[in-house]
């Protein structure tokens, strides 16, 4: 699924990077960074209302290029930077984890396992 | 050989995975595989966040040749009471904090050993924690 159109499904705001002509194929919902970290998926989007540092610094090490903050959560000053710095597409939308999960489901994205 | 040398702030979250960010960057420089990059510095930024979640300092000196990178992983603190313990998958002593930032799971110690070619730990309660951690490059 190209990252724009999902975006929009989820009525998310993007609030660092460009989607450009991203394409995301799976999506992973967690708010625990270790079992994002047990996960060797490429073109994943990381679905979490964990909005911290560490929430960026495990999708740089993970190779995950997007994530979207679910729950109305909103990245700090300095989760932008670094989100930036990693060429990293970060958005937030005030919808659930659930609801999220389940419209992109719905659209065609694919869980990890 | 190249060698790479961090401090490492107990207790700052803030600074947690910065180390493990600069070697990411080094071996990306140096046209490693990257999914080799990946296993090489989850294992590292797991071990960094445990050195920042359970101690009051310590240091990650990297050591990167052309067939092998070695990460070796000091802190003083606590200690690990028991390591066979340590390693099982959903054991943690970590605080509240530590699992408010997303970790202290029980996950770290076996995902590091999952990543990893080879893995070292040594510990003295009360003193410290030293993890070895070996990945070979030449065969990706």
């Not at chain 1, 989820?10 to 990077?17: D, L, P, Q």
């Not at chain 1, 625990?32 to 990381?46: A, G, K, N, P, Y």
């Not at chain 2, 990257?34 to 310590?58: Q, R």
């Not at chain 2, 606590?78 to 904090?97: P, R």
């Amino acid at each position: 699924m190209n990252l724009i159109e999902l975006i929009e499904l989820v009525n998310a705001k993007i609030v660092a990077g460009n989607p450009d002509h991203r394409i995301i194929e799976k999506a992973f919902c967690s708010d625990l960074m270790s079992d994002v970290l047990t996960i060797d998926t490429d073109q994943l989007l990381l679905i979490t209302g964990m909005a911290n540092v560490q929430t960026i610094r495990t999708a740089e090490m993970a190779d995950i290029h997007a994530i979207l903050l679910v729950r109305n959560k909103k990245a700090s000053p300095d989760m932008i930077k670094l989100a930036k710095e990693n060429n990293l597409v970060l958005f937030e939308t005030s919808i659930s984890m659930f609801h999220a999960a389940g419209k992109l489901y719905t659209a065609g994205l694919k869980p990890v396992y | 050989m190249m060698t790479l040398h961090f401090h490492i702030e107990g207790g700052n979250f803030t600074n947690a995975g910065f180390a493990s960010s600069q070697v990411k960057k080094t071996l990306k420089q140096l046209n490693i595989d990257s999914g080799l990059i990946k296993k090489i510095v989850i294992a590292l930024y797991e071990g960094e966040v445990n050195i920042v979640a359970h101690a009051l300092k310590g240091e990650i000196v990297v050591e990167i040749s052309p067939e092998t990178i070695t990460m070796i992983l000091t802190d003083e603190g606590k200690g690990i009471d028991n390591i066979e313990l340590a390693m099982k998958e959903g054991f943690s002593t970590a605080s509240q904090k530590v699992r408010e930032m997303g970790f202290g799971a029980g996950m770290g110690l076996p995902n590091i050993k999952k990543n990893v070619d080879q893995l070292f730990i040594e510990s003295t309660v009360g003193v410290g924690t030293k993890l070895t951690m070996i990945k070979q490059l030449d065969h990706a």
